[in-house]
T-cell receptor, first 111, second 113 residues
Framework: SQTIHQWPATLVQPVGSPLSLECTVE??????LYWYRQAAGRGLQLLFY??????ISSEVPQNLSASRPQDRQFILSSKKLLLSDSGFYLC??????????FGPGTRLTVL | KQEVTQIPAALSVPEGENLVLNCSFT??????LQWFRQDPGKGLTSLLL?????REQTSGRLNASLDKSSGRSTLYIAASQPGDSATYLC????????????FGKGTRLSVIA
């Protein structure tokens, strides 16, 4: 069966520090992968999506970036965090049945 | 640009009641529609997926319908239970399977025992 992992589960970082969030999918190959952010009181915002290794589409201009170094690994990064980067970050993948599945999320607090 | 709206934003019902959650979308040219559940501090759990050619899907006490021409979907929950308390999100995918989902802001449901 397929599973999706995200780490860390929670993170508290100072403004201006770097960020690296990791997402790994097991039990499937060449999945479409997605990064979303959910901020307090706001909806789910798509940040990046990838249809294959090295293929990244950015939906929202910001100080975040994404990379897909391996087929089942998706990384979200920042060189310098802003207060507005605080939120709940969710990774997702698209199953063969067209159903989208989400990971458990990472709660990021920027102080 | 596709926009998804969910009404109401919050709903409180007594246990045992049947209820309907509403979702509307502005562009009827969708590939599919998916309903999710989110518990506080957790990721999203897929409930039902309706392909654009389908009218409804059922899973246990849940039934989701799709009227693509009018840009509407409903999620019907029968005999609600306190364990159904969560935020329910509707999302639509555009014209192909590779198009990202566009989400509504969700309906926060509280089922009171």
């Amino acid at each position: 069966s397929q599973t999706i992992h995200q780490w860390p589960a929670t993170l508290v970082q100072p403004v201006g520090s770097p960020l690296s969030l990791e997402c790994t999918v097991e039990g499937t190959s060449n999945p479409n992968l997605y990064w979303y952010r959910q901020a307090a009181g706001r909806g789910l915002q798509l940040l990046f999506y990838s249809v294959g290794i090295g293929q990244i589409s950015s939906e929202v201009p910001q100080n975040l970036s994404a990379s897909r170094p391996q087929d089942r690994q998706f990384i979200l990064s920042s060189k310098k965090l802003l207060l507005s980067d605080s939120g709940f970050y969710l990774c997702a993948w698209l199953g063969v049945s067209d159903t989208q599945y989400f990971g458990p999320g990472t709660r990021l607090t920027v102080l | 640009k596709q926009e998804v709206t969910q009404i109401p934003a919050a709903l409180s019902v007594p246990e045992g009641e049947n209820l309907v959650l509403n979702c509307s979308f502005t562009d009827s040219a969708i590939y599919n529609l998916q309903w999710f559940r989110q518990d506080p501090g957790k990721g999203l759990t897929s409930l039902l997926l309706i392909q654009s050619s389908q009218r409804e899907q059922t899973s246990g006490r849940l039934n989701a319908s799709l009227d693509k021409s009018s840009g509407r979907s409903t999620l019907y929950i029968a005999a609600s239970q306190p364990g159904d308390s969560a935020t329910y999100l509707c999302a639509v995918r555009g014209h192909s399977g590779n198009t990202p989902l566009v989400f509504g802001k969700g309906t926060r449901l509280s089922v009171i025992a």
